[in-house]
C-alpha cells in the first residue's frame, strides 16, 4: 500500500513541477510580448529570464518542501510501526497450557474408569 501511495505522490510531484516551471516562463513571455507590441520596449528576453529564473526558484522550494514532507512522513511511520511492535507483547493474552489440558484430561478419565 505504501509503495502505490508513494508512486502516486511522485507523479503528482513531477506533474506540479512542470506546472510550477512553465506558468511563471509563459507569464513572463506574455508580459514582455505585451510590453513589446503596446509600448515598443524590448523587454523579451529580459522578461523570458526572469521567468526562468523564476521558475527555477519555485520548483526549488517546492522540491524542498516536498523532501521535508516525506521526511517527517517517514519517522511517523517508523514511530508507529515502533510502539505497535512493543504493544503485541503487552497486549497479547496467555495461551493456556497445552501440556496441563492434557494431563487434567487424562487424570480425569482414569477417575471415571477407577469408579466404575
Known amino acids: 500500500m505504501h509503495y ?7 507523479l503528482a510531484m513531477v506533474t506540479q513541477l ?23 520596449l524590448q ?7 526572469l521567468g526562468v529564473l523564476g521558475g527555477a526558484r519555485g520548483a526549488w522550494q517546492m522540491a ?4 521535508q514532507t516525506e521526511v517527517k512522513e517517514d519517522a511517523k511511520l517508523r514511530e508507529e510501526r515502533m510502539q505497535s511492535a512493543a504493544r503485541e507483547g ?16 487424562a487424570s480425569e478419565t482414569d477417575r471415571k474408569k477407577e469408579a466404575d
Open 4 to 10: 502505490r501511495k508513494s508512486v502516486f505522490r511522485s
Open 18 to 40: 512542470g506546472f510550477c516551471v512553465i506558468a511563471p516562463v509563459f507569464l513572463c513571455i506574455f508580459i514582455g510580448y505585451q510590453l513589446d507590441v503596446r509600448f515598443g
Open 43 to 49: 523587454t523579451m528576453i529580459p522578461m523570458l529570464i
Open 64 to 67: 524542498k518542501r516536498t523532501l
Open 90 to 105: 503487552v497486549s497479547r493474552p496467555k495461551q493456556p497450557s497445552r501440556i496441563q489440558a492434557a494431563g487434567a484430561l
